[in-house]
């Protein structure tokens, strides 16, 4: 079983539509990420949560609301949202925040759609 | 402002030969980690080597290693012999000390996308 795993790997969604993205990590780490990634643009943090608790976001429009019951699980709820947040939206996974050289775990992503 | 520059969008290489990434960064810091990863079209962004400042020695891990020039403040990739499964998009990725105005946030470029032919 990989490291760090997201559901579902792609997604079409409507702009009245409600879903989620969710990311399960089985590393035992303590800190966990969401990232955009779109074309033609380097990756963009969106939001973060170490222990629980998130401790960035990063002026992130709120259609998108994230969701971390546990250190283990992480969800990205989406609604109403934009054409131009179609993207790939990738979950990572680290130890904890704040080291130099820690290195980050990440899933395979999510490629959504909006129509 | 960007803080990470990798200048090359694309190259092509034959299998079997070596290929040079470029990664330039910007910081005042004295203290930060250097890190490459890799992402194929499945999409997973794989980490492959990672070079502290203080580090004396370039990193190496394997047929990757890190050609860290501090004094110019770059940090390219070599990949030696390549495979065809080493076609990917290939990312630098800069993390300075945190500090009270900063937690450390993992800054990367905008990637190179490799492409090995046979």
């Known amino acids: 079983e990989t490291g760090v795993t997201q559901t579902p790997r792609h997604l079409v969604m409507g702009m009245t539509n409600k879903k989620s993205l969710k990311c399960e990590q089985h590393?035992?780490?303590?800190?966990m990420y969401w990232y955009k990634q779109s074309a033609k643009k380097p990756l963009e943090l969106m939001f973060v949560y170490n222990f629980k608790e998130q401790t960035e976001n990063n002026s992130v429009p709120s259609r998108f609301s994230p969701e971390c019951p546990n250190s283990s699980h992480l969800f990205l709820h989406l609604h109403t949202l934009q054409p131009e947040d179609s993207a790939l939206y990738l979950c990572?996974?680290?130890?904890?925040?704040?080291?130099?050289?820690?290195?980050?775990?990440f899933g395979s992503g999510t490629q959504l759609s909006v129509l | 402002a960007q803080k990470i520059t990798q200048t090359q969008p694309g190259m092509f290489v034959q299998e079997k030969e070596a290929v040079t990434l470029d990664c330039t960064y910007d910081?005042?810091?004295?203290?930060?980690?250097l890190f490459w990863y890799k992402q194929p079209s499945s999409g997973e962004m794989i980490f492959l080597i990672y070079q502290g400042s203080y580090d004396e020695q370039n990193a190496t891990e394997g047929r990757y290693s890190l050609n860290f020039q501090k004094a110019r403040k770059s940090a390219n990739l070599v990949i030696s012999a390549s495979q065809l499964g080493d076609s990917a998009m290939y990312f630098c990725a800069m993390r300075e000390e945190p500090s009270t105005d900063s937690w450390g946030k993992l800054q990367f470029g905008a990637g190179t996308q490799v492409v090995v032919t046979p």
């Open positions: 990572a996974s680290s130890l904890t925040t704040g080291v130099v050289n820690e290195k980050l775990f």
């Open positions: 910081t005042s810091d004295q203290s930060y980690g």
């Open positions: 590393l035992g780490h303590n800190a």
